[in-house]
């Protein structure tokens, strides 16, 4: 996993970009915050550094990292019983090598249903 290099045109940076739609939920110099296209629960919503490059927490400076991170509590107050999920990079049918967050309001209570 360490071999494969981050895609500049994975689909997060392309949310960036403005290449494919998403509803934000607020955005910041250092991080975006919006709601997952295809949710897996109430609030599913997603948190992304705004720079390029980072495959894994552990690929971010402290100061990048911080700057992201910070935003995780307004984001979290933003959905109301959180739980939280954090895909550095591949795991399951995770496949998009990017840093972000994924924030649920009511954990998975739709699958459950």
């Known amino acids: 996993m360490a071999s494969e290099p981050y895609d500049p045109n994975n689909i997060f940076a392309k949310i960036l970009r403005k290449e494919i739609p998403s509803y934000m939920i607020f955005e910041t110099e ?15 919503s997603l948190l992304i550094p705004k720079a ?18 910070k935003e995780l509590p307004r984001l979290s107050r933003a959905v109301k019983e959180v739980r939280m999920l954090i895909y550095p990079a591949r795991s399951g049918s995770n496949f998009v ?6 924030v ?3 954990w998975f209570s739709s699958l459950n249903s």
Do not use: I, S
């Open 52 to 69: 390029p490059g980072y495959r894994t927490v552990m690929d971010m400076d402290e100061d990048t990292a911080a700057n992201l991170l």
């Open 97 to 102: 090598l990017c840093v972000r967050f994924q």
């Open 30 to 44: 250092h991080a975006y915050a919006f709601l997952d296209a295809f949710p897996m629960a109430k609030g599913h």
């Open 104 to 106: 649920y309001g009511e």
